[in-house]
């Protein structure tokens, strides 16, 4: 699969905004993910962004897409605890496959 | 809400044994997949299935084969596993086509 990067780790204090950063090398890209995991469980769809928006909000979720740089974020607004989690981002360009991000392991400090 | 199941959470194995993963998903979904997950590497996939009977190699097939006799099952199977298949084995399946994958809670496999 293209290749999709993410900073692997991300330590926010509680109440903070949590921004997390990643990029990917297909230009193809249609549908943009992202997805948490929290410990000893799966993969849980946060939210997701198709190709030809920039921005999409969700409560406290903000995902910002540069097509142009092929740079996707989200911001997760008031991070809490229970935001403590790996977060993927994941694209796809084809019919059936998923191309993930190593992950980003978010470490709320109280 | 679409449930995706995975038959054990934890599983113990010795190298060299033949190892079974069930998949079974409840909303009729066209398409399955088994990834696994390492850390640093993320998730990668080794096959999924876009139809009952049907397979297709995903990015790490090597070492693994795969079953689908009936749409909501799909199964990964470790011929004679080894100790470098230690890891999060994660199912997923979706509607169609691209549209969202909807995942198990993992297996946790590991091969001594």
């Known amino acids: 699969g293209e290749d999709v990067e993410q900073s692997l780790f991300l330590s926010v204090r509680e109440g903070d905004s949590s921004v997390i950063n990643c990029t990917y090398t297909?230009?193809?890209?249609?549908?943009l993910y992202w997805y948490k995991q929290e410990p000893g469980a799966g993969l849980q769809l946060l939210t997701y962004?198709?190709?030809?928006?920039d921005m999409k909000q969700d409560q406290r979720l903000t995902v910002l897409l540069n097509k142009k740089d092929k740079h996707l974020s989200l911001r997760i607004a008031d991070t809490q605890t229970g935001d403590s989690a790996i977060y993927f981002c994941?694209?796809?360009?084809?019919?059936?496959?998923?191309?993930f991000g190593a992950g980003t392991t978010v470490t709320v400090r109280a | 809400d679409v449930k995706v199941t995975q038959s054990s959470r934890y599983l113990v194995k010795r190298t060299g044994e033949k190892v079974f993963l069930e998949c079974v998903q409840d909303?009729?979904?066209?398409?399955m997949f088994w990834y696994r997950q390492d850390p640093g590497l993320g998730l990668r996939l080794i096959y999924f299935?876009?139809?009952?009977?049907?397979?297709e190699k995903g990015d790490i097939p090597e070492g693994y084969s795969v079953s689908r006799e009936k749409k909501e099952r799909f199964s990964l199977i470790l011929e004679s596993a080894s100790t470098n298949q230690t890891s999060m084995y994660l199912c997923?399946?979706?509607?169609?086509?691209?549209?969202?994958?909807?995942f198990g809670p993992g297996t946790r496999l590991t091969v001594l």
């Open positions: 297909d230009s193809s890209s249609t549908y």
């Open positions: 299935s876009y139809d009952v009977k049907m397979k």
């Open positions: 909303m009729d979904h066209e398409n």
């Open positions: 962004i198709f190709s030809n928006m």
């Open positions: 994941a694209e796809t360009s084809n019919d059936y496959k998923l191309s």
């Open positions: 997923a399946s979706s509607k169609q086509g691209r549209d969202t994958q909807y």
